[in-house]
């Protein structure tokens, strides 16, 4: 079992930058690879970021891709999201996720455990 808790949304301009952060707790953290996603009113939940295992791998949604950038600590257990010159569209609530499967995984349902979210606000 892994406990992931979710902070560092807020309210931004656009172009701003905020960096969330995701804290893990229970099982062996390096053990997973985390990801990211977002969720807007009305619309699904989107794949964002992932990291794999060891922090060497990562993956974006080609929406932040160049602007967003997603770290681990594992010594912290301890992910993270850079999110720099951010957009209107970029606006939701944001989930850390872990995944038990060996490589990078972009599919919601490959995650095995969620985070609470925090709500992202980019104002025009």
């Known amino acids: 079992q892994v406990q992931l808790v979710a902070s560092g949304g807020g309210l931004v301009q656009a172009g701003g930058s905020l960096r969330l952060s995701c804290a893990a707790s229970?099982?062996?953290?390096?053990?997973?690879?985390m990801g990211w996603f977002r969720q807007a009113p009305g619309k699904e939940r989107e794949f964002v970021a992932a990291?794999?295992?060891?922090?060497?791998?990562?993956y974006y949604a080609d929406s932040v891709k160049g602007r967003f950038a997603i770290s681990r600590d594992n010594a912290k257990s301890a992910v993270y999201l850079q999110m720099n010159n951010l957009k209107p569209e970029d606006t939701g609530v944001y989930y850390c996720?872990?995944?038990?499967?060996?490589?990078?995984?972009?599919?919601?349902?490959?995650?095995?455990?969620w985070g609470q979210g925090t709500q992202v606000t980019v104002s025009s």
């Open positions: 229970g099982r062996t953290f390096s053990s997973y690879v």
């Open positions: 996720s872990a995944s038990a499967a060996p490589w990078v995984q972009t599919s919601a349902n490959q995650y095995n455990y």
């Open positions: 990291i794999s295992r060891a922090g060497i791998n990562t």
